[in-house]
């Protein structure tokens, strides 16, 4: 069954600074998807970046870009230019059928 | 565009009282729709998905259960509840064959 692991459970950053976040998964698939979603203090889930497996070149968008090593099955979500705003939960996901599992989390603080 | 609704926002109930929570979609037709559970500290559990209208399928076994009754209309109930079914709840949908998810804004229950 796939897996999916973040052991940063905590993580802060100065405002402006950058910040990476690491996950890494368990998956005998050799084509799937991965995702890093958002969670604010409102709670709702919002989806942040995708990368889907077969494409070699890492996602990026805006100031969230991903680290995707997939032979060490790794996929780390940096943040550039870190924003108050960026303060929230932030959980890796996988995409299995048929749903989503997740990491338990990383709770990101951003220090003005 | 495509949005996501559930209410309530918020629920307190007693233990043994019943249970029901709704989640629309409005602006896609024949999404496929999932109900998530976040309990305290942890990730999210996929409980439920949906593939079409009176189609329900269950992740985990459990107190409580889902209907479709209608394409865009899914519900997750519950004959009495238990002290273990307090959580944050989420539901989601996505498009026929697409990966992402987009997640509704959640229900807080609390059993008593």
């Known amino acids: 069954a796939q897996t999916v692991t973040q052991s940063q459970p905590e993580m802060s950053v100065q405002e402006a600074e950058t910040v990476t976040l690491s996950c890494t998964y368990d998956?005998?698939?050799?084509?799937?998807?991965l995702f890093w979603y958002k969670q604010p203090p409102s709670r709702q889930m919002i989806l942040v970046i995708r990368?889907?497996?077969?494409?070699?070149q890492n996602a990026t968008e805006n100031r969230f870009s991903v680290n995707f090593q997939k032979a060490a099955k790794s996929f780390s979500l940096k943040i550039s230019d870190s924003q108050l705003g960026d303060a929230a939960m932030y959980f890796c996901?996988?995409?299995?059928?048929?749903?989503?599992?997740f990491g338990k989390g990383t709770k990101l603080s951003v220090k003005p | 565009s495509q949005t996501i609704h559930q209410w309530p926002a918020t629920l307190v109930q007693p233990v043994g009282s019943p249970l029901s929570l709704e989640c629309t979609v409005e602006?896609?037709?024949?999404?496929?729709l999932y109900w998530y559970r976040q309990a305290a500290g942890r990730g999210l559990q996929l409980l439920f998905y949906?593939?079409?209208?009176?189609?329900i399928s269950s992740e985990v076994p459990q107190n409580l259960s889902a209907s479709r009754p209608q394409d865009r209309q899914f519900i997750l109930s519950s004959k009495k509840l238990l002290l273990s079914d307090s959580g944050f709840y989420l539901c989601?949908?996505?498009?026929?064959?697409?990966?992402?998810?987009?997640f509704g804004p959640g229900t807080r229950l609390t059993v008593l």
């Open positions: 602006g896609t037709s024949n999404p496929n």
């Open positions: 990368q889907e497996a077969y494409k070699q």
């Open positions: 996901a996988y995409r299995t059928a048929p749903g989503l599992i």
């Open positions: 949906s593939v079409g209208i009176g189609q």
């Open positions: 998956t005998s698939e050799s084509d799937y998807y």
């Open positions: 989601a949908w996505s498009g026929v064959g697409d990966n992402e998810q987009f």
